[in-house]
């Protein structure tokens, strides 16, 4: 059975309108996150990223199309739903001549009902225990968005929504924050973070939907998506009998040809076995070669593509 829907957009659009013009930020959008996921919501700059958690937040009214939490429609429900989720948004305001702790302490105050082994808990998993009594001013980017994070965890969220996170960190502060991404996913936390950075995406979240001009251009797991463009390509002297022995296969996705080559794409690590099925077939293979595109090609090919179709951008 599919694990439970956190999130789902049906139709999800936003038009902000100023006197001259209107810019579409979000159209049409259609997302899905199950429990325990680690979702990528991957998109260049102005895609729509922070005006889509906007409305899942009910930061923003949407022009038209419908919010699910956890199976509910937030226009009725938004308070309670809101309960279970919490968000790191792009500017995290700390009190910076007081420690990290006590930053939690009133954060927690605001919530309500938050146990003072609580804020012991939250520090733990984010790492900052032993610098907890240090003044914020003090801290580096890097442990604010830490303490960011700690803030999201004091209600014990099923759902944390991060927007951008790792702007602005350096190298070995991204590596701790997606040591911590991961932390969370592990704990059953569904996490939904928006990044424009392929490679963050790429290492940290096992599911992406990537965007742009507000639309969802592919959405799956990453796994799925980074073999998407898996091919081997084959040099035969005869491609048609060549696509007739692997057309039936199960894990042969797709077969195309040109006047002396055979593209196939595999699921997997198949190509010593097409090699074989073809020559016991008679057919004479001069050579193999595999090419795998990463996430980041199919990501800027998608781009490519809806940028080569600027008619039917209304944005
Ligand atoms: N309050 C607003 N009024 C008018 N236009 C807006 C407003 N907020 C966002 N936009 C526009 O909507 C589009 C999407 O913006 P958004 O901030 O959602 O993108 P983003 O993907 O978060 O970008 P970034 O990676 O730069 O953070 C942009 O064209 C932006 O200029
Ligand atoms: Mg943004």
Sequence with gaps: MPAETIIKTNSLTKRFDSKLSGILAVDNLDIEVRRGEVFGFLGPNASGKTTTIGMLLGLIAPTSGTIELFGEDTAHNLPRLLKRTSAVLESSAFYPHLSGYDNLIIFAGTIGGIEKCRIDEVLETVGLRKRASSKVRTYSLGMRQRLSVATALLNDPELIIMDEPANGLDPSGIIEFRELTKSLGEQGKTVFISSHLLHEIEQTCDHVAIINKGRVLAQGSVNELLHRGKMLQISVPDPDTASDLLMNLDWVKTIEIDDSHIFVEITSEKAAEVNRILVTGGIAVSEIKMS???????????????????EEDNA
């Design 292 to 310: 795998e595109n990463s996430l980041e090609d199919f990501f800027l090919d998608a781009i490519d593509e809806i940028t080569r179709k600027p």
